[in-house]
Every structure is written in structure tokens, then in C-alpha cells.
């Protein structure tokens, strides 16, 4: 492998990885904040989750739930995006050998 190669790889590497990122982010945001204090009214009165409405409940547990499940995701396609690219851990282990 190249310079030209290994420049090219890096630099698709580094944009997906961002573009993984910032989906997520934006995600994590429309539900905390979204659905937390933006659009708690709206859901307060159409939903609720045991005797709490849905808005508050969003803003307190399901925010967090959330989160947990973007960092399985983003653990899950960072993993799939190094095996792509070559960077996982079982490749630099075939190669140091």
C-alpha cells in the first residue's frame, strides 16, 4: 500500500466516521432535548408510560435509555467501519505478526 492509498483510506475513514458520529449526536439530541422539553406537551398529552406522562418520562428515563443504545451502535459501527478500512483490532494483530 501507498502513500496515495493509505491518504485516500484515512480520509474516507475519518469522513464516515464523522458522518457516524454526527447522526448519532443528532439523534441523542432530538430525544433528550426533543422530546425532554420541546415537544413535552405534545406527548404529555397523547402518550403516557405507567401513570407518567410520556413527555416527562422521556426527559427522565427515556433520554438515558436512549443514550445506552447510541453507544451500543455507535460501539457496533465503529467496529464495522475498522474492519472496512483495515484498522480492527484482528487485522493489526495478523499484521504484527
Known amino acids: ?3 496515495d492509498d493509505n491518504t485516500q483510506t484515512s480520509t474516507g475513514y475519518r469522513k464516515s466516521s464523522l458522518r457516524i458520529l ?3 449526536l443528532t439523534i441523542w439530541f432530538v430525544v433528550s ?3 425532554g422539553i ?3 406537551e ?3 398529552t397523547a402518550f403516557s408510560v405507567g401513570n407518567a406522562p ?3 418520562w422521556m426527559a427522565q428515563q427515556g433520554s438515558i435509555i436512549c ?3 447510541i453507544l451500543v451502535a455507535y460501539a457496533f459501527l465503529m467496529n464495522r467501519l475498522d474492519d472496512k478500512h483495515g484498522y480492527s483490532e484482528t487485522s493489526n494483530k ?3 505478526k
Do not use: I
Open 67 to 69: 443514550f445506552v443504545l
Open 54 to 56: 410520556f413527555g416527562f
Open 94 to 96: 495478523k499484521g504484527n
Open 1 to 3: 500500500m501507498d502513500a
Open 42 to 44: 405534545q406527548l404529555d
Open 33 to 35: 432535548f426533543g422530546c
Open 38 to 40: 420541546l415537544f413535552r
Open 22 to 24: 454526527f447522526s448519532l
